[in-house]
């Protein structure tokens, strides 16, 4: 008779395979849980080593013959430059606090993903090479020689680390597992290994107009486009100018939230606001990418387009920045910015035109988040605000990784929520879910390819897990964020876990709620859906044209 | 069982009970001096020198970034109103780092995150109640019963190397010692020390992914810490030894005047020869968290990047593109759709 | 009595012991996080699981409408489908009830009765658990596929905006 495995070998129920230490298992490359190997044609775009083709599930990766003696002294060269890496080598305990912090250990159960055993992989190394005890005593100090299927396990992990800070909260000596992973990188970088989706998207933003490589004047048409729209849904034409000199303020925003839904939709609600104010403000063709791609390659590159930001200011002779909502743009530019590129002394401590208050929180790097700048109007009684409009939303707020663990933006956007829509209708997710114990929507740090998507669902679940808990007992249905990543990911990610959520960035339900004097009467929110009240009209209407 | 578990597990324990005997041959071929005056002085020396030369390794590096971890609100408009808590959970200036990192090193804090949720509207969240979670707290509480017994085992023994015992240390005995049923009185410290050592070897043992991550520089002070405990308690209650030579001993030493008076056990040796050993393999270890946590970046800065400047002292200029490589690509199509240009 | 009381009466431990077995199809470093920790919000995946092995319990002892059992199957292999589990391991778990019962069956009784004695019953139970794998196969599909249309969405969605200024159709729900 044919051998036909049991459910219980299938289940690996009587069948445990043999027990082996974590130095002695290697990762499987399977369909759906790796990034995919960048074409050499963004390496040579942007002067980084050792394009060629390759992929990760061949055996072969076509190192540099070298390889070793690169990595090697890239590794001693940041040991010199970095503290952190050189004091996380040596002081990690492995007491197991950070163990099941991480959110691709808890969705896909892969002890590897354990923060801990995720820096010992890059530890076992530094011990064999740098310490004397590992030199001598090898495996059992914990070291490990440095060979081809180290690099190829470093890739698999590195990349399922979306440098949310979340285990670091959780340590007691504050080891950050994301300093570590874009150092580990970095190395990896050196080494001619990289993926798809990061380095296209850091080759457009370097040379094109954001991260799919638009052009100026397709970016021009898609934010007239806007203001169009903008003025069929209220009846105020928003005005735009684009690259002018001798504006008060620069505004830069992710590219997500100019080409793809629902960030286009947060743009809408951008233009409104200035529109309303009547702010003096610019948009830049050149620095038109807040989303700093290269951050999740190394620092190197993170500093190559951020130096936009300062440059295109000082050319447009502006007073202030004023960022949009992004995640990973305002960990840059909160922690690296005016160290990389600064000092920013071209530029005034950024003041409101409308309310007078200074920003004295950023007199040294001279940028506004517009949550802080729209908390500011609506405190000062600058925002006539209409929150039925918003009635249809009933929503939960996902705080992003970087604005929490890497910023502290946390009141902010919850007061411009709280006055954008009616009372009860923001419900927040369990206190162990939220703030700085956040969970990642787990495509953080360069995972948005499609072809990762079992891996980012994996990761996004303790997140949907919560949002679900909120939908299914106060009856939320959208998911507001601050972060164009999020807006980006969590659409598919809410889909497969969460069905029948929608993702709402806040400066949207600002342009929902605000009230124009010379506005039309509203019938749809800024997505074309019937406001609370209007859905018959609405109906009716939408029978005509289909 | 692993191998890996077995090679990280039993080669420490193995080591352990070598260094036991050692002292225990030495003693028998009449090595006291040895045992009692050139390895301690060696060992304090090791320690020291291994000390400074790893913190100074460390500081050596610098600090390019500030990036500290921001566990609540950060300096906002003037309004948003910041507690006690979460000043030191974000800190904006020193002070409040430095309270920050009293908090760390003297209460864990971190740690005790693991068991510590806010709760925010219960009534509409009564989930949030049910948060405390014991399991999570045994490892904090593990962790500082360890620690602190730890100090006052040490402080007490302060008591062996002045002419008089100070005031606090006498204090601490006091304290410690209130549990008096028996005949000479019972520390507490010293039995909770071996509890939490316990317990702290035990859940490497048993729990499977903290088995997984273990290595042998985990066991191995957790051996040798506990083997320290249990020879100073069968010292003190079993197999008793001459008291006053040991202070002798002990002051000799520190005065720099040492003599190996007759008569103290050998389980005296066994006990200073283990505490010489954890002298000496302190710098080079993971037990150097203890000087470590003081100079984490991402706990010991403030978080004010933004109102001053970080500066990076290897900070160099990079490629990057340029507004006018822009212009040059995209002119003609920028002034077809009205964008301002340079050059005409 | 008939085997149909006996598996309603130890409902709990019956559950107890087929999440527990599930737990023990992931990696050995992990079972025990999954098994320990009981917060929902620090370990969805044990307590979906859990959930969803609790319902489809029920439903197969009490009466239930196919597309119930469907949702309760869904809830477990939803998470398989998208973690390291072939197609058959993702699935595989539904059997595993089968021995669970028997095994229940066999320590409650102790050799006081025959469990033969159970045996078209058990024979009748099998069956239906082998229609219960057929429709698991079906929601292990349904997932994979979800997946798939997930993958084509987002290659369209990228772009959605653009494709929205165009003019072009998309279907953005």
Known sequence: ?546 | MTDFFKLHFFIPLGIVLALIIIPYVGYMANQQLVLAVVIPYLAVLIFLEGLIYRVIKWARSPVPFRIPTTCAQNRSLPWIKKSIGEKLDNPETTLQVIGRMALEVLFFRSLFRNLTTKLRRPADHPEDAKLYYWSYKWLWLGAIAFHYTFLIVLLRHLRFFTETTPGFVQTIEHVDGWFQIFQPTVYLTGIILLAALTYLLLRRVYNPNMRYISLASDYFPLFLIMAIGTTGILMRYFFKVDITAVKQLALGLVTFKPTVPAGIGVIFYIHLFLVSVLFMYFPFSKLLHMAGVFLSPTRNLANNNRWVRHINPWNYPVKFHPYIEHENKYRQAMKEVGLPVEKE | MNLIDFLREHEAAIVQRWCDLIFGTYAPETVQFLKKVKNRFDNPVAYQTNEGVKGLYKALIYDMETEQLSNYLDEVIRIRAIQDFSPAQAVAFIFLIKNVVREQLREHFKGEVRIDQFSQELFDFDCRIDGLALLGFNVYMNRREKLHKIRLEEVKNKVSGLLRRTGMSIDYH
């Open chain 1, 1 to 546: 008779m044919a051998k036909i495995p049991t459910p219980e070998e299938l289940s690996n129920i009587s069948f445990q395979p043999p027990a082996k230490g974590w130095m002695d298992t290697k990762p499987e490359f399977k369909e759906g849980c790796y990034c995919n190997a960048a074409s050499p044609k963004w390496l040579e775009w942007l002067d980084y080593p050792y394009p060629r083709n390759w992929s990760v599930r061949d055996e072969d990766w076509k190192l540099p013959a070298n390889w070793k003696e690169i990595l090697l002294e890239g590794f001693d060269e940041r040991l010199g430059r970095f503290r952190t890496l050189k004091l996380f080598m040596d002081i990690c305990v492995r007491c197991g606090a950070c163990a099941d912090k991480c959110q691709f250990f808890i969705g896909s159960g892969d002890p590897k993903n354990m923060p801990v055993l995720r820096a010992e992989l890059m530890r076992s190394i530094y011990r064999r090479y740098f310490t004397t005890a590992g030199k001598v005593l090898g495996k059992l100090a914990g070291a490990r020689p440095l060979t081809e299927d180290v690099i190829k396990e470093w890739y698999y992990y590195l990349y399922q680390c979306s440098e949310c800070r979340r285990c670091s909260v959780f340590c007691p000596y504050g080891i950050d597992m994301a300093d570590l992973t874009i150092l580990g990188r970095e190395l990896l970088s050196s080494i001619g290994l990289n993926i798809e989706w990061t380095m296209a998207s850091v080759g457009s933003c370097y040379e094109t107009v954001g991260h799919i490589g638009a052009t100026p004047q397709a970016y021009k048409d898609m934010i007239d486009f806007f203001a169009e729209e903008n003025e069929r849904v209220t009846g105020v034409y928003t005005n735009v100018t684009y690259n002018r000199k001798g504006a008060e303020i620069l505004f830069i925003v992710p590219s997500g939230d100019y080409f793809a839904d629902p960030g286009t939709f947060n743009y809408m609600g951008y233009l409104l606001l200035f529109e309303y104010l009547g702010l003096d403000y610019t948009i830049s063709t050149y620095a038109a990418e807040g989303g700093n791609f290269g951050y999740f390659m190394s620092h190197e590159m993170g500093k190559r387009l951020n130096a936009k930001f300062y440059e295109e200011a000082k050319r447009l002779g502006v007073k202030w920045i004023l960022g949009g909502e992004c995640g990973h743009m305002w960990r840059v530019c909160n922690q690296y910015m005016s160290t990389w590129n600064g000092p920013a002394d071209f530029l005034e401590e950024p003041v409101s035109p409308i309310t007078g208050t200074k920003f004295e929180n950023a007199k040294n790097h001279k940028m506004v988040h517009i949550s802080e700048f729209t908390a500011d109007l609506i405190k000062h009684g600058k925002l006539k605000l209409d929150p039925s409009r918003n009635a249809h939303i009933k929503l939960t707020y996902h705080d992003s990784c970087n604005p929490s663990r890497a910023m502290g933006l946390f009141e902010e956007p919850r007061y411009i929520i709280r006055n954008v829509v009616p009372e009860g209708n923001f419900i927040e997710m369990p206190s162990n879910t939220i703030r700085e114990k956040t969970f990642c929507c787990g495509s953080g740090s360069g995972f948005n390819g499609d072809e990762y998507l079992e891996m980012r669902f994996r990761g996004g679940f303790p997140r949907a897990n919560a949002v679900r808990y909120v939908r299914d007992k106060y009856g939320v249905n959208h998911l507001a964020c601050i972060c164009a990543i999020d807006r980006a990911v969590f659409p598919p990610l809410l889909d497969y876990w969460v069905p029948g959520m929608d993702v709402i960035g806040v400066s949207e339900m600002v342009g929902n709620a605000l009230v124009f004097p010379n506005e039309i009467e509203r019938t749809t929110d800024l997505r074309d859906r019937p406001l609370v009240g209007c859905e018959e009209a609405e109906e009716e209407e939408g029978g005509e044209i289909e």
